[in-house]
């Protein structure tokens, strides 16, 4: 079959093909947006949590743990902290939810070409447990989903949920890529995703792109794939904010 010679090791019997697919480093591509803002004059003040805001003449007062900002304008995105933002500009609603993510590394001999999927059940609150292929030639098995009450449960799990996760990601694994020895899946880390889907829903739902008060643009919900559509996220909220997109080169 085709799929069988794209990827020969694969127990598929069929398989949806996008050649679009492809990676980036997303260290790399953050920096270099980045550069670019700065570039254009954008000033980066990190470590400056939000305690505050407040309209201020025509401006928006932000009140950080690094001293005062006044901006004409403001974006949130803030990730799994953007609904909180949003509060102290008098959002109310909607909530995110965290759910965390673990990941195995695949060690193996066998060469894969493609990023493989399973299908997806819809009423699951992930894609399912996928192989990510790295730029360095590594891979990466996950994320599965765990939802959690803290927004930073980043710690690794105990010896023995650790022990039970791994034999769900080799069983998961297994399905979709073949037989595998368990000692080929090592644990790899962890990230949370910010959904606004509670964990008692069955449907997800979409990412929210809002301004209130006027200036004050609000991204919540943003996960996958708000990497992938990111470029195209930061022209709708510089359209929401009223500045025209850049011409196209």
Do not use: M
């Amino acid at each position: 079959s085709e799929s069988q010679a794209l990827e020969p090791s694969i127990p598929a019997i069929a398989a949806l093909h996008c050649p679009q697919t492809g990676i980036v480093d997303v260290h790399e591509l953050v920096l270099s947006l980045r550069a670019a803002a700065e570039r254009e004059g954008a000033v980066f003040v990190t470590g400056a949590r939000l305690t505050g805001a407040a309209v201020d003449g025509g401006g928006h007062r932000l009140v950080t743990t690094r001293g005062e900002l006044i901006a004409s304008q403001v974006v949130n995105a803030a990730g799994l902290a953007a609904d909180e933002i949003a509060a102290h500009f008098g959002v109310q609603g909607p909530t995110i939810h965290p759910c965390r993510g673990d990941y195995f590394r695949l060690v193996t001999p066998t060469l894969y070409r493609q990023l493989i999927y399973p299908v997806r059940d819809r009423t699951h609150a992930g894609l399912g447990i996928h192989l990510t292929l790295e730029r360095g030639g590594g891979y990466r098995l996950g994320p599965d989903v765990t939802w959690v009450d803290r927004r930073d449960d980043f710690a690794d799990r105990e010896a023995a949920p650790l022990a039970v996760k791994h034999a769900a990601f080799h069983a998961a694994a297994e399905r979709l890529l073949g037989p595998l020895a368990p000692d080929q899946l090592r644990y790899d880390g962890c990230g949370i995703r910010p959904k606004l889907r509670a964990p008692h829903e069955n449907e997800e739902k979409d990412f929210v792109l809002t301004q209130q008060p006027p200036g004050v643009a609000h991204l919540i919900g943003i996960e996958s794939p708000g990497l992938t559509a990111a470029l195209d996220l930061a022209e709708r909220t510089a359209a929401l904010l009223g500045h025209a997109a850049p011409p196209a080169e």
